[in-house]
């Protein structure tokens, strides 16, 4: 089994490296390309990636390569986790939306149009190489707007799948909260990616009792401080929602401490220079500590239960992901791209029924929806105008006046990676 990791050079990838090389009857890798035209990341990465498989006496090769097509030829499966224009892009999307009082966030608001405007095009590029070299290869896309950027692959006809790891997060912290196996605990999550709910908390699976309304009677401060959100808000609720929810739900306080403090892209950046000089040392032979503060915990668990389902090598039996809305949520379009359970297969996700949601999410879940296609025509076509529409459309935003103010600072800030600017 050949995989190949676009974006490979990134300082998280040791932790994708040491989920492979732990989970290896799960997902037995060959071959493991990692692809980044950075080929000074590329070479520490690389050599610690070696140092790790070595160590934990994974069989596999792996091989660096700054050549895409190259990279992706003949992979059964590839996974892109890239940046576009790296934390220095990420650090304007978190601060220039704060001048017009607005969140200042990578993957949501005014910030995360930013990152997708920049994002889906490259993105789109590497999946024709792949369908041009292996057509057969799934995609599968961790790179941020997961939503938007599965959206565009779906909707070129792309056999892709998206994900991200709120949802096994919330299932490991749930997990050890209630002192059971992660795999006992089954999620009923709903929403679009970085906007979803866990509505119920079943042990056993789909079919198993509720025990959401237990979990935050006994355990409530507790998810209430992982959320960074009053316990009043979770208890009136009575359902778990995401962190990125804070963005809607406590807008204008939020926007207050991130003038306060320097921004997580700053944070990041720091860290990932002490990480590639960690990844330097010929001795490393293992993830390092710091790697934890970096960010996407459990993705690997999650990234090899998916590549293991879609190539047919078992997996568990349903997986949180995005893919496409096909009448699960009826008050989408079918084309829609939602992150929910599913079961997974060779033929690709399946989402599980999603009884009647309350109107408190679906309306916001719809709201977002239309930002989500205006942010993708503007993606795919450019302009202005199309800039200017998802920015009104977005809740974060909302506002004609700031529309026309973050229309302004956005093109300006990422001229250099919009080719019709």
Not at 269 to 286: F, I, N, Q, S, V
Not at 296 to 313: H, K
Not at 372 to 399: I, N, S
Request: glycine content about 10%; hydrophobic content about 45%.
């Amino acid at each position: 089994m050949k995989l190949a990791v676009v974006g490979g050079g990134s300082t998280y990838t040791p932790e994708l490296i040491d989920g492979f090389a732990r989970l290896r009857d799960t997902l037995p890798i060959e071959e493991l390309v990692l692809v980044d035209p950075a080929a000074d990341r590329l070479e520490l990465v690389g050599g610690l990636a070696r140092r790790i498989f070595a160590k934990q006496g994974h069989p596999g090769r792996i091989v660096t390569t700054s050549d895409v097509d190259a990279g992706v030829a003949d992979a059964d499966a590839v996974l892109l986790q890239l940046r576009v224009g790296g934390q220095a892009a990420r650090n304007q999307d978190e601060t220039w939306p704060l001048e017009c009082g607005c969140v200042g966030q990578e993957t949501t608001g005014a910030g995360g149009l930013a990152k997708a405007l920049r994002t889906v095009p490259v993105v789109l590029d590497i999946a024709e190489r792949v369908r041009r070299t292996n057509p057969d290869a799934w995609i599968i896309d961790f790179t941020n707007p997961v939503g938007i950027v599965t959206r565009a692959l779906l909707q070129a006809g792309h056999k892709a799948v998206g994900l991200c790891n709120v949802a096994i997060g919330f299932q490991r912290k749930f997990a050890k909260l209630l002192d059971v196996a992660p795999s006992e605990v089954h999620l009923d999550h709903v929403g679009l990616n970085h906007l979803t709910w866990e509505t119920g908390v079943r042990l056993g699976g789909p079919g198993g009792a509720d025990i959401l309304p237990k979990l935050l009677a006994e355990h409530g401060d507790a998810v209430a401080a992982d959320l960074r959100m009053p316990r009043e808000i979770v208890d009136r609720l009575g359902v778990v929602p995401s962190y990125y929810l804070r963005y809607f739900y406590q807008h204008d306080a939020v926007v207050e401490e991130l003038r306060t403090k320097p921004s997580r892209a700053a944070e990041v950046a720091e860290m990932e220079r002490e990480l590639l000089k960690m990844y330097g040392d010929p001795t490393l032979d293992e993830k390092p500590e710091l790697l934890a503060k970096r960010g996407g915990a459990f993705y690997s668990e999650a990234a090899v239960d998916l590549a293991a389902s879609l190539l047919g090598n078992g997996g568990s039996p349903y997986q949180v992901v995005n893919t496409v809305n096909n009448g699960t949520l009826p008050f989408l379009p079918d084309d829609a791209v939602i992150e929910v359970q599913a079961t997974v297969d060779g033929a690709g996700a399946k989402p599980l029924a999603v009884p009647r949601l309350d109107p408190l999410y679906a309306g916001l879940i719809a709201h977002v929806t239309g930002y989500e296609d205006l942010a993708l025509q503007a993606a795919l076509h450019g302009g202005r105008d199309r800039v200017f529409k998802a920015l009104l459309a977005h809740p974060l935003v909302g506002q004609y006046a700031y529309a026309e103010q973050l229309t302004d600072r956005l093109i300006a800030h990422n001229r250099e990676h919009l080719a019709w600017a």
